[in-house]
């Protein structure tokens, strides 16, 4: 399977755990990751190793030092920025996905602040259960991920 142009961007993420299962996943499927700064933990530590196992070292990973260079960059590529978040009113499975979209995620513990939500081209929400909050990242990446790529793999 050759490398996708899609790529996933984790806003300030909290979870190691998270982080290296997302990793994984993108290794497998041949996506590209940035990780947005600061990350909740140093990416040498032992959880996340443990989830993405030695998949990482295959990953394509950015890492920006703050919002402001990741969207700086996002811009220069001419990257549409498809933000998965709570609020959206979209369900991801009636989204058109593009091959260039990088898919945001928020952080675990607060998803993203205003200013970053407000730069999304596009916003999306996995539809749930009535008085359910969220997915774990990790499981909301996989499902956009997977129907992003089935819409521009063909």
């Known amino acids: 399977m050759s490398p996708h142009l899609l790529r996933i961007a984790l806003y300030q993420p909290d979870i190691p755990g998270n982080t290296g299962t997302i990793l994984r996943l993108a290794a497998c499927l ?8 600061p990350a909740g933990f140093d990416l040498s530590d032992k959880n996340l190793k443990r989830a993405g196992m030695d998949y990482i070292a295959s990953v394509t ?23 998965a978040s709570t609020k959206a ?25 205003d200013h ?24 909301s990446v996989a499902m956009i991920a997977g129907e992003a790529l089935r819409q521009v793999a063909g």
Not at 30 to 37: K, M, N, S
Not at 61 to 76: D, I, M, P, Q, S
Not at 130 to 136: C, I, K, T
């Open 116 to 139: 970053v939500h407000d730069r999304a081209d596009s916003r999306i929400i996995v539809p749930m259960v009535e008085g359910q909050r969220s997915l774990n990242v990790a499981m």
């Open 30 to 37: 041949g996506l590209a990751v940035d990780i947005i700064d």
């Open 61 to 83: 990973l950015t890492r920006h030092v703050n919002w402001e260079c990741f969207e700086a960059v996002r811009r220069h590529e001419g990257r549409r920025l498809v933000l």
């Open 89 to 113: 009113a979209e369900p991801y499975t009636r989204f058109s996905f593009q091959p260039n979209d990088t898919l945001l995620f928020g952080r675990e513990s607060a998803g993203v602040p």
